[in-house]
Antibody, heavy 120, light 107 residues
Framework: QLQLQESGSGLVKPSQTLSLTCAVS??????????WSWIRQPPGKGLEWIGY???????YYNPSLKSRVTISVDRSKNQFSLKLSSVTAADTAVYYC????????????WGQGTLVTVSS | AIQLTQSPSSLSASVGDRVTITCRAS??????LAWYQQKPGKAPKLLIY???SLESGVPSRFSGSGSGTDFTLTISSLQPEDFATYYC?????????FGQGTRLEIK
């Protein structure tokens, strides 16, 4: 059974960089047919897609966040990562990682989510 | 970006009721739509993909329909565990977008 687990700093100061990692178990991040995604949800609000990375390393980002986002993959550790720079209070959210099949690109497996608070 | 508008935003219903949630896209998305269920403090769970395909393990009381711009999620007979928030998601055009959610509450 595929499992995804987010980790990283739960508190980030304004203007700094948010860094999260998603560890994948029960499957290889290097296998074809999937992309690996980040999605966030501000407290009490809806879902926002941040971006995803294919096994090839190609990345796609939400245009609203593109200038601040970097998603990368570490195949040796079977994990992928998110960096979001110049954060503000508006970036406070629960951050989820998820798997996205390439052929029909819904999100089929999700991590449990991790709350990141931006505050001084 | 394609906008998805769900209606209603919230809904009160009773166990055993038949419930329908609508998702309307700002432009045609063929059948590239998924539905998710989210309970408080939990990650969303995939229910329906490709507008009408039931994800493995999801009870058959859940069904989806539609294509183009108008889609529906139907729960044929509400069970206590179905009270949650439901989101639609389109994956026809970059970037992926989600509806604002429909909160289903117990009457």
């Amino acid at each position: 059974q595929l499992q995804l687990q987010e980790s990283g700093s739960g508190l980030v100061k304004p203007s700094q960089t948010l860094s999260l990692t998603c560890a994948v178990s029960g499957g290889s991040i290097s296998s074809g047919g999937y992309s690996w995604s980040w999605i966030r949800q501000p407290p009490g609000k809806g879902l926002e897609w941040i971006g995803y990375i294919y096994h090839s390393g190609s990345t796609y980002y939400n245009p609203s966040l593109k200038s601040r986002v970097t998603i990368s993959v570490d195949r040796s550790k079977n994990q992928f990562s998110l960096k979001l720079s110049s954060v503000t209070a508006a970036d406070t959210a629960v951050y989820y990682c998820a798997r996205r099949p390439t052929v029909i690109p819904y999100f089929d497996y999700w991590g449990q989510g991790t709350l990141v608070t931006v505050s001084s | 970006a394609i906008q998805l508008t769900q209606s209603p935003s919230s809904l009160s219903a009773s166990v055993g009721d038949r419930v329908t949630i609508t998702c309307r896209a700002s432009q045609g998305i063929s059948s590239a739509l998924a539905w998710y269920q989210q309970k408080p403090g939990k990650a969303p769970k995939l229910l329906i993909y490709d507008a009408s395909s039931l994800e493995s393990g999801v009870p058959s009381r859940f069904s989806g329909s539609g294509s183009g711009t108008d889609f529906t999620l139907t729960i044929s007979s509400l069970q206590p565990e179905d009270f949650a928030t439901y989101y639609c998601q389109q994956f026809n055009s970059y970037p992926d977008t989600f509806g604002q959610g429909t909160r289903l509450e117990i009457k």
